[in-house]
């Protein structure tokens, strides 16, 4: 039932999002997310609604093996929130539905960091595997604040679906303490510097990561989860 309601309650709150998709060109999409229960999932749900979409919560795993737009968003604990996810069955679910080839996924903060082989955290951890990397905690050093907490610049990749539209450096907001620092070359990545340059986002087919919150980066933010939600399944 709290999905229902709380759909309700958004629409009633940011109801404007029929009119924008229509003024924008955007076609009508069905978003599921992925709700372990370690998101603050309001905003995200309020920009997904006021570009002119629906959000659903998945409610079981069956549900996101028949998903074609899928959101895995997570702030906390890499362990944590991989646990839950075994629990729930989700993780299966999201490497079937990514193996399958038949829905794209992006995976936000935390989430995109479960999207990878595994994080240091917590004395590390195993993660979903769709990517090849590894999560590790920003290096201790003198005049750098962990968590990093802020807008930042995020230096796009040539020939972008995420970025299209976007200037090559983007002032996105962040809130970490783990990052990416390398991936695999044939996949797509944005980065950042904090103290160090970092993996910022990436697109891998359809499997797409942010370790920014685009639902909180104002205009630029909401570009990017509209060309995510534009770009088509490969």
């Not at 995109?112 to 595994?118: D, G, K, N, P």
């Not at 230096?155 to 200037?167: H, I, V």
Request: overall charge neutral; some cysteine.
């Amino acid at each position: 039932m709290r999905p229902v309601l709380f759909r309700r309650t958004v629409h009633e709150l940011f109801g404007k999002g029929a009119l924008y998709a229509e003024r924008h060109g955007n076609v009508h999409v069905i978003v599921t997310i992925v709700d372990h229960g370690l998101s603050n999932l309001r905003s995200l749900v309020s920009a997904l609604t006021y570009l002119g979409h629906e959000p659903r919560f998945a409610q079981s795993r069956w549900e996101i093996e028949a998903a074609r737009v899928l959101i895995l968003p997570g702030v906390g604990s890499f362990p944590i929130a991989m646990e839950a996810l075994g629990q729930k069955g989700y993780g299966d679910a999201i490497r079937s539905v990514a193996e399958a080839g038949r829905c794209k996924i992006l995976g936000i903060c935390l989430g995109m960091q479960l999207l990878l082989t595994r994080s240091d955290e917590g004395g590390g951890a195993q993660g979903l595997n769709l990517v090849e990397g590894v999560s590790e905690r920003f290096e201790e050093s003198a005049n750098l604040p962990i968590p990093h907490i802020g807008f930042n610049a995020v230096r796009a990749p040539t020939q972008s679906e995420l970025f299209a539209g976007l200037p090559s450096e983007s002032d996105l907001y962040f809130v970490h303490s783990y990052r990416v620092k390398t991936l695999p070359p044939e996949v797509r990545g944005a980065t950042t510097v904090h103290g160090e340059s970092f993996i910022s986002a990436f697109e891998a087919g359809n499997v797409y990561g942010v370790q920014f919150h685009p639902e909180k980066s104002q205009g630029n933010g909401l570009r990017l989860l509209s060309n995510f939600l534009a770009a088509e399944v490969k």
